[in-house]
């Protein structure tokens, strides 16, 4: 296994336009975590999965963006019609469900929106 | 809403030397994580804090915690340059919630 694996790793897109990230987690991992984290702060949590289910979306910070995990295994995180303030690094991370070992995190995905 | 307050924000510090950074939560958490960030580059796990009184060690790294202070510490001894990096602690209240960091420089 090669751990957490995001991709694109850089993404430029002209403001206004809608943007795909897709996080494949450690196989055996069952919960996946998606984080958003600017320069100078820590992550911030937007939503997570156990399996498929979507089990905490509040966070998202709009309803621009959505996640999905069809079926279980990768994720996506859409942003619809992105804003210059959305430029950031887009972190996935993935765990076993006892939170006992701590996330496993991939490299991210670094959004520019011009 | 839960807080995770790291002191000192920013730390200079010069090889050889020893420092302690301090993590605060407000709300109560049986467990407590470590991460180190490298500029540009992901987070790394470096320990995982499950009971009162946890105490781990990597290295020139020890990390402790204590639930009913509702503090941990991250001790740093004999430092060397490679140990720059941004330190993050986290709690998880249900998902892992991040504090600001501490942005460590060990100057030669």
Same mark, same amino acid.
């Given at each position: 296994?090669?751990?957490?694996? $995001?991709?694109?790793?850089?993404?430029? !897109?002209? #403001?206004? $336009?809608?943007v !795909?990230?897709?996080? @494949?987690?450690?196989? %055996?991992?069952? #919960?996946?975590?998606?984080?958003?984290q600017?320069?100078?702060?820590?992550?911030?949590?937007?939503?997570?999965? $156990?399996? %498929?289910?979507?089990? %905490? &979306?509040?966070?998202?910070?709009? @309803?621009?963006?959505?996640?999905?995990?069809? &079926?279980?295994?990768?994720? !996506?995180?859409?942003?619809? #019609?992105? %804003? $210059?303030? @959305?430029?950031a690094?887009?972190?996935?991370?993935?765990?076993?469900?006892?939170?006992?070992?701590?996330?496993?995190?991939?490299?991210?995905? #670094?959004? !520019?929106?011009? | 809403?839960?807080?995770?307050?790291?002191?000192?924000?920013?730390?200079?510090?010069q090889?050889?030397?020893?420092?302690?950074?301090?993590?605060?939560?407000? =709300? =109560?958490?049986?467990?407590?994580? /470590?991460?180190?960030?490298?500029?540009?580059?992901?987070?790394?796990?470096?320990?995982?804090?499950?009971?009162?009184?946890?105490?781990?060690?990597?290295?020139?790294?020890?990390?402790?915690?204590?639930?009913?202070?509702r503090?941990? =510490?991250?001790?740093?001894?004999?430092a060397?340059?490679?140990?720059?990096? =941004?330190?993050?602690?986290?709690?998880?209240?249900? /998902?892992?919630?991040?504090?600001?960091?501490?942005?460590?420089?060990?100057?030669?």
């Amino acid at each position: 296994d090669t751990g957490v694996s $995001q991709d694109p790793r850089h993404k430029i !897109t002209k #403001r206004g $336009q809608n943007v !795909t990230f897709r996080c @494949d987690p450690i196989s %055996e991992h069952n #919960r996946l975590y998606w984080y958003r984290q600017t320069l100078g702060q820590g992550p911030e949590f937007l939503t997570y999965f $156990q399996n %498929e289910a979507q089990l %905490e &979306k509040s966070r998202l910070l709009s @309803d621009r963006f959505s996640a999905e995990r069809p &079926k279980g295994s990768f994720s !996506t995180l859409e942003i619809q #019609r992105t %804003e $210059q303030g @959305d430029s950031a690094m887009y972190l996935c991370a993935s765990s076993f469900w006892d939170r006992g070992h701590g996330y496993t995190f991939g490299s991210g995905t #670094r959004l !520019t929106v011009v | 809403e839960l807080k995770v307050e790291q002191n000192p924000l920013f730390l200079s510090m010069q090889e050889g030397k020893n420092y302690t950074i301090y993590c605060n939560y407000s =709300t =109560t958490s049986d467990r407590l994580y /470590w991460y180190r960030q490298d500029p540009g580059k992901s987070l790394e796990s470096l320990f995982v804090l499950l009971s009162n009184g946890a105490v781990k060690q990597e290295g020139r790294l020890m990390a402790s915690l204590d639930t009913k202070a509702r503090l941990s =510490t991250l001790h740093i001894t004999a430092a060397v340059h490679d140990l720059s990096a =941004t330190y993050f602690c986290a709690v998880d209240p249900g /998902w892992v919630t991040f504090g600001e960091g501490t942005q460590l420089t060990v100057n030669p």
